[in-house]
């Protein structure tokens, strides 16, 4: 098993991991690997640029992760987010949605491995930073652990070291985008063999891990796990997640701390003109499964949204949690 400084990540999800959200998430968790939404290469060719890159370097650890099907233009792309100072670049070959699909990229390459190891190889030629890959266990009927290893056998020639594998496969046509996060079943045997059959190559689980003991579970099969829904929809799992490797008796904050630590933020995103509601929108399950959780979520579902709305808002949906929530979720954890 290989060595991961950061054997816990947070999956990419569009419309969810956004820098406002990594932001708050790095709060809980300093030593978690963080991803972006995808971001198309054509967006950052044609579009925004400076705004698509933007980030804050609390951040860090902190991966990029690419759409795109050209070698060059994902080579491009990935020089642009080293210069923007990310720590890794991710090649999404795992999305199934209809409008992933008609870009060709995200799953649907997995039918096309070696143009996925020419994208892999051109990425590689022009970056430092590590080149990662996301896909699925397969797509459609193409999904035996033969055509699997195959694809991953190209892409170690092509240079690759590090692999996250989401153990469902794709169909591309006929299941919603949500319906192929739950309906294609789970095939955690599938990935602990590839760890077996590439011994050298370093793999990330991702898909259904929903809490520590699992977590941990994984983490004795393959180098490191990545956590998606679960961790958006129980922040506080990723406290819980971090203490399995780090030092015994390592500082935590309470909820209550991380609110704090969320102010600044909050005052300075105010003033570059964001909306307070963009930033809590990430942070309503705080307090969840704890006394005061629907009274932190309802203050500010019902406050955050209005257009003079500062930080008060969360100060006041705070004073609405019983005082002692923060301080005994830390000490049940550390428990």
């Keep these: 098993m290989s060595v991961n400084r950061f054997p816990v990540s947070v999956a990419p999800m569009m419309d969810w991991t956004d820098r406002h959200c990594r ?3 790095r709060q809980l968790a300093p030593r978690v690997r963080l991803y972006t939404e995808m971001i198309t290469t054509a967006a950052l060719i044609h579009g925004a640029r400076e705004r698509l890159l933007a980030y804050d370097r609390q951040e860090h650890p902190l991966a990029i992760q690419l759409g795109g099907s050209e070698p060059q233009e994902l080579a491009f792309c990935a020089a642009l987010a080293q210069a923007a100072g990310y720590d890794e670049v991710n090649l999404n070959v795992g999305c199934p949605s209809d409008r992933v699909q008609s870009g060709r990229f995200g799953a649907c390459l997995m039918l096309e491995p070696a143009r996925v190891a020419d994208c ?6 022009a970056v430092t930073v590590p080149v990662t890959v996301k896909c699925r266990i397969g797509v459609d009927q193409r999904d035996s652990y033969a055509e699997l290893a ?9 240079g690759l ?12 046509q006929g299941l919603s985008p949500r319906q192929n996060r739950d309906i294609p079943p789970l095939r955690y045997e599938q990935v602990y063999r590839l760890k077996l059959d590439f011994p050298t190559l370093e793999v990330t689980l991702n898909g259904g891990i929903a809490d520590v003991p699992a977590i941990a579970r994984h983490l004795r099969q393959v180098d490191g796990v990545m956590l998606g829904r679960a961790a958006y929809h129980d922040p506080w799992l990723l406290v ?3 203490s399995l490797f780090e030092a015994p008796g390592a500082p935590r904050r309470s909820r209550a701390q991380v609110v704090a630590a969320m102010l600044p933020y909050v005052e300075a995103q105010l003033q570059r003109g964001t909306r307070l509601q963009q930033i809590t929108r990430h942070m309503l399950d705080l307090f969840q499964g704890l006394p005061g959780a629907r009274a932190w979520r309802r203050y500010l579902s019902e406050n955050a949204h209005r257009d003079t709305a500062g930080p008060e808002v969360l100060r006041q949906a705070l004073a609405r949690v019983p005082a002692e929530t923060g301080a005994a979720a830390t000490r049940t954890l550390a428990g």
Excluded at 120 to 125: D, F, L, P, S, T
Excluded at 161 to 172: E, G, I, Q, Y
């Design 23 to 25: 932001y708050f998430l």
């Design 161 to 172: 070291r590090h692999l996250v594998v989401h153990a469902r496969k794709a169909w591309l």
């Design 150 to 158: 195959e694809f991953v056998a190209g892409l170690l020639d092509a």
């Design 120 to 125: 892999v190889r051109a990425m590689r030629e």
């Design 240 to 242: 819980a997640a971090q």
